[in-house]
């Protein structure tokens, strides 16, 4: 697994620059847009605190999750369908859980190298209440390979990128919008608050606003890790079986 993770570590050596303005930018335009530009009408913040600080947890978590998106989505499917990368490893000898354990483990990579961008930005604005607020670095890498793993599994089963656009607009759109990130899980209907609960993002959010706040940790902040932990599993288990029918003949 290690040769594996070395090997997209020495491609992203070559490419890192593409999205070192991205990771560091786009986490400061929205703070200032969303945080200070829509916080602005929010009078009195949420439960007491301003609209940026409550805010920042969930971005945080979006952004770990988006990151884990786009690692595990369009370069899974052209090492299968295009660049065959995954065939040239499955010939030397590597086991399918090293293919498929090395490319997590770098999409995790790209996970905390965001999210440490972001929670360094959040510092300077001030909007980080605790030194527990480097327990985000964890949540998030748990928080992202929750959905890299079962999303991993999918674009193993795809043959056209077509079917990653669905599940962008379908699935990844609407759990950035109805995860408790902007607004409070409590404002949505019974319904859909039920439906955004089974989500491992809400989770994620969640946790990581326990951290950054300063808030107490209880007995269900341990039973959402629990919860992200199986998403993990479940997503490992399905990424296994579909990397084994494709690599091995």
């Excluded at 770990?64 to 990368?85: C, D, H």
């Excluded at 629990?226 to 296994?240: E, K, N, Q, R, S």
Aim: aromatic share 12%.
């Amino acid at each position: 697994m290690t040769h594996v993770f070395e090997y997209h570590l020495v491609n992203y050596r070559r490419t890192w620059r593409s999205s070192a303005l991205s990771t560091l930018l786009l986490p400061l335009l929205t703070m200032v847009g969303f945080g200070l530009g829509v916080g602005g009408y929010v009078e009195g913040g949420i439960d007491g605190v301003p609209y940026l600080d409550w805010m920042v947890p969930g971005l945080i978590a979006s952004t770990a999750m988006q990151a884990a998106i786009g690692e595990s989505t369009w370069p899974v499917l052209s090492y299968f369908e295009w660049l065959k990368v995954y065939f040239a490893q499955a010939a030397a000898p590597l086991r399918v859980a090293d293919i498929l354990g090395g490319h997590l483990a770098f999409m995790m990579f790209r996970v905390l190298l965001s999210v440490t961008a972001f929670l360094l930005i959040a510092a300077l604005f001030g909007t980080l209440h605790s030194v527990w607020a480097l327990a985000v670095l964890p949540i998030s890498v748990l928080t992202g390979l929750a959905v890299a793993a079962p999303v991993t599994a999918y674009s193993a089963s795809v043959s056209s990128d077509s079917y990653l656009a669905i599940l962008v607009r379908f699935a990844v759109l609407p759990m950035s919008l109805f995860s408790g990130v902007f607004f409070p899980l409590d404002s949505l209907h019974p319904v859909l608050r039920a439906v955004a609960w089974t989500l491992p993002l809400s989770h994620g959010v969640d946790l990581s606003r326990t951290a950054t706040l300063g808030l107490g940790v209880g007995w269900a902040d341990l039973g959402q890790v629990l919860y992200l932990l199986l998403w993990c599993a479940a997503g490992w288990f399905l990424a296994l079986r579909r990397f084994g029918r494709r690599l091995v003949v």
